[in-house]
C-alpha cells in the first residue's frame, strides 16, 4: 500500500487535513442524508433491556471513548463504564448480564484492548468495536465491528482517525437513544443534521491555519503547558496535551477545569501557557470563572471558543475563534484546533513530527 504526503511537509498535516472528507464518509456509513435518520447495526439485544455499556480502548482512542461515554449518557440515558484498557484487563471487573462492551481501535491490535475485548466475552457482554481496519482482531472477535472510515494513518500520533472514532460514537448513541425512547424523531434529525454540518465546520476552521504559528512560537518556549475542558470539553483537553506530548515533547497535562483549585493551580505563573477548551455550551460560565483564576495569578490564557473573548472579562494571550456549533457536534470541531497547536508546536521545535522517538504506532505487545 502506497500512500504519499501529497502537497503537505508531513504526514500528520495531510491527515488533519483529509478530515472533512473521511468524517463525512464516515458518517455517510451511519447516517440516512434524505430522513436525516442514523442506522447503527443490532447488537443482537433489544437497546431497551441493555443494562449499561463498558468501553475500554488506549490512548487517543481512549479519549474518543471517554467523549462516547458522555454521548451515550446524556442522548441514551444508559450507564457508561470506561477505563483505559491496560488497567481494566487486570482489574478483570464483573460485567453485568446483559451488558454491551464497547472497543475503540484504530488499528485493532492493540493487545490491551483484545485482553478486555476477550475478557468481556467471557463475561457474556454483546461485543462491538469502532475500529479503522476492518480485517484486525478486534474487528473479527467482535460481534459488530463499527468501521471508521478515516483510511490508513501513517502519522504516529492519531488524528483523522480520532475524529472518525467521534463520529461513529455520535451516532451510536443517537441510535441507542432513539432505540431507548430517550429522544423522539424530531431530536434526532436534529442532531444528525448538526453533525452533517461537521465537515463544512471543519473546512472553514483549516482555512484560518496561519493564526497557530504565532501561538506555536509562545508554546515552544514554555517547559510545561495546561489544557482545561469541562463536560466533552474534558475529553478533549486531554487528547490536546497527548498530542502536545506525544510530538514537541513539552510536558502538557489535561484537567477537568472544576480540579484546577485542587492542585494544579499551584503551578500556574506567567510562564504557563493554559490552553482553555470553551464552546459556548452550557457550561461555559463555570470554565469562564477557572479562566479567571488562572488570569489574576498570571497565566497565559490561549482560549478555544466561539464566545466573544470580551465575554471572559480577562486577559487572554490569543484566542482561535471558532464557528457556532451545537453542544453535540462541538468535541469534532475543537479536535481540530489542538491537533493544530500540537503540530505547530512541534514543527517549531524541529521535532520528528510523523515518527516521535520512542512511540509506535500501534501497540501489539503489552
Ligand atoms: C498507540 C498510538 C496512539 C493510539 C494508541 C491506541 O499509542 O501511538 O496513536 O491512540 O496506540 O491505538 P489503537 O490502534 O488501539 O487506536
Known sequence: LLVDKGNHRHFMAKEIHEQPEVISHTLANYIDMGEATVSVPDFGVDASTLSRATISACGTAYYAGLVGKYWIERYARLPVEIDVASEMRYREPPMTAGGLALFVSQSGETADTLAVLRHARAEGQRVASVVNVRTSTIARESDVALPTLAGPEIGVASTKAFTCQLSVLACLAIGLGRARGVIDREQERALVQSLVEVPRHISNILRNESQYEAIASLLSKARDVL?????????????GALKLKEISYIHAEGYAAGELKHGPI????????VIVVAP?????????????????????????SDADPEEVGCRVAAHIAMPK????????????PVQLLAYYTAVAMGTDVDQPRNLAKSVTVE
Open 227 to 239: 489544557y482545561l475542558g469541562r463536560g466533552t470539553s474534558y475529553p478533549l483537553a486531554l487528547e
Open 266 to 273: 499551584a503551578l500556574i505563573d506567567e510562564n504557563v501557557p
Open 280 to 304: 459556548k455550551d452550557a457550561l461555559f460560565e463555570k470554565t469562564v470563572s477557572n479562566m479567571q483564576e488562572v488570569a489574576s495569578r498570571g497565566g497565559q490564557i490561549i482560549l478555544i
Open 325 to 336: 456549533a451545537t453542544e453535540f457536534a462541538s468535541p469534532l470541531l475543537y479536535a481540530v
